[in-house]
């Protein structure tokens, strides 16, 4: 036992003492890299030319950005309505200069909203918009119900991709009404009319022509009337041709 102890004694020494010098070496080692000298070096040359390449890789992204530049215009409706006959809707460009043709759309729903309705035409069609200018966009409906047009924005629009204009509504029935309505008065007014001129016919008066005895017998009295004028006319020029005296002698 004794000579278990007196060996632990010795051990614990040599761990002191190993210990000690270990930190001693660290200490010289850490000043040396402060105090010694460094393998820096300067070079002539002012400047460095090389070139880098890296690797390039495809994505769907970019690939579709360079078929869709967006050419910095913009679409808005301005106002829809119904005249009786068509829906039209009138859309705006707000922005730059349209590169392409725009695509529209209607949809219809006998109730409620149309956007959750269905189609009735194909994607059609409208010229490119200058900046600031409208265009008209017209549907002759078939049905009664509410309709809407929905536009799609150009390509690239950083924006929503559609735009939707007011509802319309169209009731083909109360129309049908108006046109019967319509063709009813025009032969109103012909009968108002063909009465007014019944009205305003002059009455014709029947002239009573006089029997032909009694022509007769008018003609018969002028010409004794003539005859007597006549012969009274011829007396006074006789009176004017002779002398007085003459006229005298006779009266006596």
């Known amino acids: ?26 200490c010289v080692g850490i000043s040396a890299t ?58 705006k460009n707000i922005g730059s200069d349209m590169k392409e043709n725009g695509l529209y759309e209607i949809y219809f729903r006998e109730k409620g909203n149309p ?22 966009l017209s549907f002759t409906p078939d049905k009664t119900g509410n309709y809407m047009f929905k536009a799609y924005q ?39 009319v063909s009465r007014e001129t019944k009205i305003k016919e002059p009455v014709r008066e029947e002239k009573s022509e006089p029997p032909k005895n009694e022509q007769i017998s008018q003609t018969d009295v002028e010409k004794e009337k003539d005859l007597n004028t006549s012969e009274v006319q011829e007396e006074n020029i006789i009176k004017k041709d002779t002398p007085s005296e003459e006229i005298e002698n006779t009266e006596k």
């Open 1 to 26: 036992m004794q000579r278990v102890k007196k060996y632990k004694r010795k051990n614990r020494y040599v761990n002191i003492l190993l210990r000690l010098a270990a930190v001693l070496y660290l």
């Open 34 to 91: 402060f105090t010694g000298k460094t393998n820096a070096f300067f070079s002539s040359s002012m400047t460095l030319t090389g070139t880098i390449q890296a690797g390039t890789w495809e994505t769907e992204d970019s690939g579709n950005e360079e078929k869709e530049v967006w050419d910095k215009s913009s679409l808005k409706f301005v106002s829809a309505q119904y005249d009786g006959n068509e829906i039209f809707a009138i859309i």
């Open 115 to 136: 956007k959750q309705g269905t189609v009735t035409t194909k994607i059609l069609t409208f010229k490119p918009l200058k900046k600031g200018e409208e265009i008209k």
């Open 154 to 192: 150009p390509k690239g629009h950083p924006g929503t991709s559609e735009l939707w204009s007011e509802a319309i509504s169209v009731n083909l029935a109360k129309k049908k009404a108006e046109s019967i309505d319509e063709q009813v008065e025009p032969e109103k007014q012909d009968e108002t």
